[in-house]
């Protein structure tokens, strides 16, 4: 069963750190760029944080550069997101998305996939 289940999401107070963790399992994981989408209530959902494949190179939002890092351990499939100083406005759900870069023998690997969400809320 294709799966992206997050975790670590919760409740901090600005200027608070969290880090939230998202486990696949089901597909070809080193195949795929991994990557921390963010909705906040009454706006669209945004990219925050990328990473390729095979690791390495990242992309950011402008508003979260130097405060949240993206990783992955393609050992273990999981993929994290590090977030430092904290400020009200990364209050959102956060999602872990994963998209298809490599071709692979396994005919089930889907398109792409999303997790359900975690919640986070900064305030205090």
């Known amino acids: 069963q294709v799966q992206l289940v997050e975790s670590g999401g919760g409740l901090v107070q600005p200027g608070g750190s969290l880090r939230l963790s998202c486990a696949a399992s089901g597909f070809t994981f080193s195949a795929y760029a991994m990557s921390w989408y963010r909705q906040a209530p009454g706006k669209e959902r945004e990219l925050v944080a990328s990473m390729r494949s095979s690791g390495g190179i990242t992309t950011y939002v402008d508003s979260v550069k130097g405060r949240f890092t993206i990783s992955r351990d393609n050992s273990k499939n999981t993929v994290t997101l590090q977030m430092n100083s904290l400020k009200p406005e990364d209050t959102a759900v956060y999602y872990c998305?994963?998209?298809?870069?490599?071709?692979?023998?396994?005919?089930?690997?889907?398109?792409?996939?999303w997790g359900q969400g975690t919640e986070v809320t900064v305030s205090s």
């Open positions: 998305y994963a998209m298809k870069t490599y071709q692979t023998t396994n005919p089930r690997d889907p398109r792409d996939c």
